[in-house]
């Protein structure tokens, strides 16, 4: 172990050290194309399942609004935390970044879903927003959405018989509509979901 | 005088002096910033000088989602900050609070409110090349005829 | 008893060595210091408190930006605590990509905290190589993970990307690369002799004042405990063969030695990993379910505890998270301080012991 100054002698005099010192360029600031930038549109049919809405983690990033013909998703670049679930999370694939959906592709990854609602008995006013507001029950009854009153039963939820009962959770997308209607915050939505590889398909 | 000013500009475009400030971030803006210390993006070749002064400073870099206790004193560093200067929002905090938006945290987003911020870089964190490039275009647009504009 | 100070000495919020707000308030005779005391509070969000009542999709991502420089392992304890509490067991595929990604994350927090440590002691060369080398390690992560800096990698019951083949080669061409260079920057640490004659013997703690301040992480190894590391009872680290290092000195030069060493030690723990790889599924399912259970996980700047307690559908109705910053930013304000003989050596003695402030006020 000589002196310090012979070594730091040996580190500056090395050939490798005088080329980059005098003869190197910067290499332009290129961004890798495996980067996970902010989702883009692929071009492929958007069928508003609302999937990317239900699963993003931060609020007001993500909105699906109409365009000429149909709808497409739009990200707002001030609230995007470009975690890439929304990719994933896409059924029919309308959005990429990065390498997230041929990586999908080749290791058959997915969610699953399932949602759950429970209703705090002693909050509940028994008011009726959370069905009347609430998408699915619009389909399934158009009167319980107009007027307020109903008395079919292949709605999600409504209120009978004096408390709000639920029917039918398994209709249930998770959009949470119910919930920010809600005068006094009795419902909550529980949106459970797991990550799995899904099977293979034919074809 | 507008070889004078044009003089003031050529300098003023090519040394800028940077301050940042940490209004209550997770710490991934910062080292972005940091990395960009590094000869791999190098920000010293253009003239930028990452000190942390706030009073020999021409623009301020602000990271982080705006906190009640900075309140007085991030007005308070804006105001030693001799003129021209400009200000700067790193990352998706100070624009619109990122993840912590939601009710019950100690945030009071944007940062907007509190002092006049001349640019914005989204991202959670942005990389090191997003925020050269904002550093590098927005100065010679503010301090452009700087004297010129002041009459 | 009447001590005489001089000088009441704040070392401010807004400094050219700290990234992040904390004041040392420092009662100093002349330039010898006397005692310190520390300020935070600076950047408190409370983060915990609007974790309750969030499935673990939004929770993961609030656990990652509690500190943004050891992302990866608050999002690894977190998702271990969760599966630890509905009994959900990982692939093995998916354990070992696990390790890789925790050690890259711990070699850039490392090299990280040496760049810091020799910016301060006005090394400016040797702390640019040192940051030129943390670039490596972050474009490994970039290739496997898609992001620099909090990646989100990991679920419960698995992880989200897989390795392939040619990135594999990227990879290993890297770790050679990276103990190249870093023999060469750890031979300019040790020969030289100002660098010696600033950290040698400077803010020395001794083995019972750690174990009273309750110093974790590479500041309890650098004083001689070796059994502080929490990865020694990790059961994918046992199978890879983990022993701990430890130096017994307790000065700046051990602490920052220590991290150059377990650098080496991570890079062979990649190493190994890549050799042990099976293929097979990268995710394993899971539901998490209700229950209650405290985990903890070795950060790169010491022991990191959470404790959950979740509803019947696996939202959060309890967190509480134990960060390691706060147990040494106490050891060094009230032990390590106490005796340091120049001011400018504050600073240093700080960054040695590798302060996060984010992490300590969430």
Redesign the interface.
């Known amino acids: 172990m000589g002196t310090s100054f012979s070594y730091y002698l040996r580190e500056m005099l090395r050939g490798e050290w005088l080329r980059n010192f005098l003869f190197v360029k910067t290499a332009p600031y290129v961004t890798p194309p495996h980067f996970r930038d902010y989702p883009r549109l692929t071009g492929k049919e958007c069928t508003r399942c609302l999937n990317c809405m239900m699963i993003c983690p931060t609020p007001g990033a993500i909105e699906v609004l109409k365009a000429e013909d149909g709808w497409n998703p739009v990200i707002y670049p001030g609230h995007c935390i470009r975690c890439g679930l929304c990719v994933e999370a896409c059924p029919e694939g309308v959005l990429m970044s990065g390498r997230i959906l041929e990586s999908q592709f080749y290791e058959n990854t997915g969610y699953s879903y399932t949602f759950h609602l429970t209703v705090d008995t002693t909050r509940c006013m028994r008011c009726g927003n959370c069905s009347v507001a609430c998408p699915i029950n619009k389909e399934e009854d158009p009167q319980l959405a107009a007027g307020g009153t109903g008395a079919n039963d292949e709605v999600i939820m409504r209120v009978k018989g004096g408390e709000l009962q639920i029917l039918h959770e398994e209709k249930c997308t998770g959009c949470k509509t119910c919930e920010e209607t809600c005068p006094n915050s009795a419902i909550r939505v529980a949106r459970v979901i797991e990550a799995i590889h899904v099977a293979e398909e034919e074809g | 005088m507008s070889f004078l000013q044009s003089i003031k500009n050529t300098v003023r475009s090519r040394s800028i002096h940077v301050?940042y400030?940490?209004?209550?971030?997770?710490?991934?803006?910062?080292?972005?910033v940091?990395?960009m210390?590094?000869?791999?993006?190098?920000i010293e070749?253009y003239g930028i000088y990452v000190?942390?002064?706030?009073r020999e400073a021409d623009i301020l870099l602000v990271t982080?989602?705006f906190?009640p206790?900075?309140e007085d004193?991030l007005k308070s560093?804006w105001d030693k900050i001799p003129e021209p200067k400009a200000a700067i929002a790193i990352g998706?905090c100070p624009?619109?609070g990122?993840?912590?938006?939601?009710?019950?945290?100690?945030?009071d987003p944007p940062v907007a409110k509190h002092i006049p911020i001349a640019a914005?870089v989204?991202?959670?964190?942005p990389?090191p090349?997003e925020i050269?490039n904002a550093v590098l275009s927005l100065a010679p647009v503010v301090f452009k005829d700087y004297e010129e504009k002041q009459q | 008893m009447k001590k005489t100070v001089d000088v009441s000495l704040p070392i401010g919020p807004l400094h050219p060595c700290f990234k992040e707000p904390a004041r040392i308030r420092c009662e100093t005779k002349g330039e010898r210091v006397i005692s310190a005391e520390m300020d935070l509070g600076y950047v408190k969000k409370g983060i915990e408190r609007i974790m309750r009542g969030r499935p673990w999709q939004e929770v993961m991502f609030l656990a990652e930006r509690v500190c943004g420089i050891c992302s990866v392992i608050h999002n690894m304890v977190c998702i271990e605590t969760l599966e630890k509490l509905s009994g959900i067991d990982v692939p093995e595929r998916a354990a070992y990509l696990r390790v890789i990604v925790n050690e890259l994350d711990r070699i850039q927090s490392h090299l990280l905290a040496n760049f810091s440590y020799c910016y301060t002691i006005e090394h400016e060369t040797l702390s640019m190589y040192l940051l030129n080398l943390r670039e490596t390690a972050m474009d490994m992560l970039e290739l496997i993970t898609g992001a620099r800096v909090t990646c989100a990698y990991m679920v419960p019951g698995g992880v989200r990307f897989d390795l392939r083949d040619e990135d594999r080669l990227t990879l290993e061409e890297a770790l050679d690369h990276m103990e190249k260079e870093l023999d060469r920057y750890v031979g300019m640490f040790k020969n030289g002799p100002l660098i010696a004659q600033r950290s040698k013997g400077v803010g020395i703690i001794s083995r019972d004042d750690v174990i009273e301040a309750h110093g974790v992480g590479p500041v309890a190894r650098a004083s001689g405990i070796p059994e502080s590391d929490r990865r020694l009872e990790h059961p994918t680290y046992r199978k890879l063969g983990f022993t701990s290092l430890s130096y017994e000195d307790g000065d700046n030069y051990a602490r920052i030695m220590i991290r150059f060493d377990e650098v080496y030690q991570s890079i062979g723990l990649i190493r190994r990993c890549l050799e042990n790889m099976v293929p097979g599924p990268i995710r394993g399912g899971g539901i998490v379910t209700a229950g209650e259970a405290t985990h903890a996980g070795e950060a790169p700047r010491g022991e990191l505890t959470y404790y959950v307690k979740t509803d019947e559908y696996g939202r959060i109705l309890d967190i509480a998270i134990r960060t390691p910053s706060i147990m040494n930013i106490e050891s060094c304000a009230h032990y390590m301080l106490e005796g340091v003989s120049s001011a400018a050596d504050i600073t240093s003695t700080f960054i040695s012991a590798d302060p996060c402030i984010a992490c300590t006020e969430r």
Do not use: M
Request: include cysteine; charged fraction near 15%; hydrophobic fraction near 30%.
């Open positions: 301050s400030v940490n209004v209550g971030s997770c710490n991934g803006c910062d080292i972005e940091l990395a210390l590094a000869p791999r993006y190098d070749q000190h942390n002064n706030p982080g989602a906190t206790q900075w004193k560093i998706n624009i619109s990122c993840v912590f938006n939601r009710r019950g945290c100690y945030i914005e989204p991202g959670c964190p990389r090349t050269l």
